[in-house]
């Protein structure tokens, strides 16, 4: 179970896989972790002996100037370099991390982009819901300015409250207009995470957000230090750097290699495969005078890998904290929440009373009309707050990398994660 699934909404579910099928930045990260797989085959391949043919064939004329006709030959020959310190063996292995690491850039990426998702996907939800809400209030203020046209024509009134009251419908207006801007800019924005065209994307998005799933254990911290991928990655980087700077170290040593040869020729076709000559050569080569060289070398190396180790450190250290910001901001904006819905209780009943009074001529129009804005500044807060609590919730999984492990199948697509 993924930990977007935790919101039981089959349509984010769909956008989801989606998402991991179609997502061009996300394939595309696959095949940088396709590449990494062959560098490191390649690299493997170095503790093989490398065999290669040969065959070249001339014809001389006129044939009484030289010793024949034909000049033939075709030869097989191997070299092949003893591993004497490691070295090649320390350089597959760094690429063997690098390629772990890519694998994990991989799953960095594939947790990113569910973060945006269901990021994109709640937002979607909270605009339709502001823009619902925004229609709502148009329609009560204006049944609240008919009422005041009543009033007025029976003189019980001033014309300056229904202009009053003609500013808050237009404010409502204005929100309308945003809060369907911002609907088709998260549908855009959907799309293009989805890998589809803006313009044949189709998407509804749900009245109200689901319910919030129970709070996700968040572990020890060497578990959550296992789990997450941008760690694991930092951390194969410095294995990769540790092992870059022993196949430097190892560069210094002497070089043991060996030449095998088989070689025919002739001069005439029908004699080519009558006589064979062998060669078996060894060759041993130490480095001498390099001029400091391979000790420079080395010294880098050995600086790369302190960069990396001190990435790695940095990279603990940040997930610790965004797990304490997510706990943190979570904590707070559920605070929030209710105490806004405590004032949105107070509103109303605010509200109440002073339409009583002025009903009753103890109070003028601005002070209902003061009131009856903050109360809908605090409904659109109170949605907006409800989002804020989702998107801490989602940063919480993001930090936690929780329920979100991908196999890597070599040779294959990216086509579902399920």
């Known amino acids: 179970m993924y930990w977007w699934e935790a919101f039981e909404d089959p349509a984010l579910n769909k956008l989801m896989d989606s998402s991991f099928s179609h997502n061009h930045n ?219 700077m022993a196949v430097a170290v190892r560069n210094k040593f002497p070089r043991l290699s060996f030449n095998l040869t088989g070689q025919t020729r002739s001069n005439t076709y029908p004699e080519l495969f009558n006589d064979w000559a062998y060669t078996l050569g060894a060759n041993l080569v130490a480095p001498l005078l390099y001029w400091g060289r391979l000790r420079e070398e080395v010294k880098r190396a050995e600086a790369v890998k302190n960069q990396q180790l001190h990435n790695y450190g940095q990279s603990v250290l940040i997930a610790f904290r965004e797990v304490e910001d997510a706990l943190v901001q979570e904590q707070n904006q559920a605070k929030r929440l209710k105490v806004i819905e405590k004032r949105i209780t107070m509103a109303k009943k605010v509200q109440r009373q002073l339409q009583t009074e002025y009903i009753n001529g103890f109070i003028e129009y601005l002070d209902i009309l003061v009131s009856l804005e903050e109360q809908q500044q605090l409904e659109r807060q109170k949605i907006q707050l409800e989002q804020d609590l989702f998107e801490s919730r989602i940063a919480l999984y993001r930090a936690l990398a929780g329920n979100f492990d991908l196999e890597y199948i070599p040779n294959s697509q990216p086509a579902n994660q399920n």
């Open 26 to 244: 996300l394939i595309s990260i696959w095949y940088q972790l396709e590449e990494a797989r062959s560098i490191r085959k390649i690299q493997s391949t170095f503790l093989l002996p490398d065999i290669e043919g040969s065959a070249q064939t001339a014809i001389s004329r006129p044939q009484p100037d030289f010793a024949g006709g034909e000049n033939t030959q075709i030869g097989v020959s191997a070299s092949y370099e003893v591993d004497l310190w490691g070295r090649i063996r320390a350089g597959v292995q760094a690429e063997d991390f690098r390629m772990q690491a890519s694998y994990f850039d991989y799953q960095t990426a594939a947790m990113t982009l569910s973060s945006q998702i269901a990021t994109t996907w709640f937002q979607l939800i909270t605009a339709k819901k502001q823009l619902n809400l925004a229609k709502e209030q148009i329609a009560i203020n204006e049944k609240i300015i008919n009422l005041i046209k009543v009033r007025f024509g029976a003189g019980q009134t001033k014309g300056v409250d229904i202009l009053r009251q003609q500013q808050l419908v237009e404010e409502a207006r204005n929100q309308q207009l945003l809060y369907e801007t911002d609907l088709a800019l998260l549908k855009n924005q959907l799309a293009v995470l989805t890998g589809v065209p803006p313009q044949n994307f189709e998407v509804s998005a749900r009245d109200s957000l689901p319910r919030l799933p129970p709070h996700p254990q968040t572990g020890l911290p060497l578990d959550l230090v296992r789990r997450r991928p941008d760690v694991q990655r930092a951390y194969r980087d410095l294995l990769a750097a540790d092992r870059d």
